[in-house]
């Protein structure tokens, strides 16, 4: 049984990743899942840091963006989400290739939502792992 209250497509969802940091960076959504939802990124020049190995705000970046992502799609009708809270241990080096954020919800509550993210390497080892507290509100206007 699946825990999303919108049935959207991978393709729709990264239609809103334009225009933004997600774009920037070469965030994609890549499954949705019963229970998770899977966002990948580069590592490569745009993502490193001065050492040449993936920058932990770029860790940081695809853990909200993932569980943003995800947030929303739980989220009661009428209502958008926003970040109130992320941390991350990180903890492997990653050089090259693309990783992998996987999020899992812990707490989905009315006023607010707590989601774990894991992100992982294209073998499947652990690189960082990020939890976020997301805030459910009335939608903000642009």
Do not use: F
Not at 21 to 42: A, F, K
Not at 47 to 58: D, E, M, N, S
Not at 122 to 137: D, H, W
């Amino acid at each position: 049984m699946s825990i999303w209250k919108r049935n959207v497509s991978v393709e729709e969802l990264n239609g809103h990743l334009v225009d933004t940091l997600g774009e920037t960076l070469d965030i994609r959504v890549e499954q949705i899942n019963d229970d998770n939802l899977v966002v990948s990124m580069p590592v490569d020049k745009r993502t490193h840091q001065p050492y040449g190995i993936l920058h932990g705000g770029a860790s940081v970046a695809l853990a909200e963006t993932a569980g943003s992502i995800a947030a929303s799609l739980i989220a009661e009708e009428g209502k958008a989400v926003v970040g109130l809270e992320i941390n991350a241990n990180h903890l492997r080096k990653v050089t090259s290739g693309r990783v992998y954020a996987t999020a899992s919800p812990v707490h989905a509550g009315r006023a607010t939502q707590v989601w774990d993210i894991r992100i992982a390497d294209k073998e499947g080892r652990p690189v960082c792992i990020s939890r976020l507290t997301m805030a459910v509100v009335d939608p903000v206007k642009k």
